[in-house]
């Protein structure tokens, strides 16, 4: 069965502050999403990858960098954290990123920006 | 762009009552629509897809029919339990952008 960790499952920082966020996939899947979800607006896309030293703009993406260094493992990183980006960050991988594939998803970072 | 719109954004039902939650969309081209389900404390799960014009999705007695004419692809149970009570997300996939675009999400609970 799929299987998409993160670590950590919260995390509490200052404003200004530097977070990092990771996931790791075993499921050998080429495509890698992060995403934001708030009240109100769902899911939203951050960055995604297609493959280890690949990135991809997503929807929202002001405000975070991303890195994928192999296959399994995809970071989101806060440089300077702001109290906006309080929110519960979801990693997701697919065998197919052409819109037509089923995504599965990690338990979910609980991230506070004080 | 593309978008999906989830006219409900919270539905409150009794035990074997029958459950629909409203999903329309708007996509160029040929969107594949999916359904997805987030119980507390974890991550969304699939629950089911269609990618053509009337074909059935279905999934732990949901079901979805993809209508191109209205652009809808609504979530019906027709007797919903009480572990049914979660977030029901709708969801686009596009072959023109590689990527999904979610509705704003469903909270669905269900009193025994």
């Known amino acids: 069965e799929a299987a998409v960790t993160q670590s950590p499952r919260n995390k509490v920082t200052v404003t200004g502050g530097n977070v990092t966020l990771s996931c790791r996939q075993t499921?050998?899947?080429?495509?890698m999403y992060w995403y934001r979800q708030d009240t109100g607006h769902g899911l939203r896309l951050i960055h995604y990858?297609?493959?280890?030293?690949?990135?991809q703009i997503g929807d929202v993406p002001d405000g975070y960098k991303a890195t994928r260094t192999t296959q399994e493992d995809f970071f989101l990183l806060l440089e300077l954290a702001s109290p906006s980006q309080t929110s519960l960050y979801f990693c997701?991988?697919?065998?197919?990123?052409?819109?037509?594939?089923?995504?599965?998803f990690g338990p979910g970072t609980r991230l506070t920006v004080l | 762009g593309d978008s999906v719109t989830q006219t409900e954004g919270q539905v409150a039902l009794s035990e074997e009552d029958f459950l629909t939650i409203h999903c329309n969309y708007s996509a160029s081209g040929y969107p594949a629509l999916f359904w997805y389900v987030q119980y507390p404390g974890e991550g969304p799960q699939f629950l089911f897809r269609?990618?053509?014009?009337?074909e059935k999705g279905s999934s732990r007695g949901f079901e979805a029919t993809y209508d191109k004419g209205t652009t809808s692809f609504h979530l019906r149970k027709a007797s919903v339990q009480e572990s049914d009570s979660a977030v029901y997300y709708c969801?686009?996939?596009?072959?023109?952008?590689?990527?999904?675009?979610f509705g704003a999400g469903t909270r669905l609970k269900v009193i025994a």
């Open positions: 997701a991988s697919s065998d197919e990123g052409l819109g037509y594939a089923e995504q599965f």
């Open positions: 990858s297609y493959g280890a030293g690949n990135l």
């Open positions: 269609a990618s053509r014009d009337k």
């Open positions: 969801a686009l996939g596009n072959t023109g952008n590689y990527k999904y675009v």
């Open positions: 499921n050998s899947h080429n495509y």
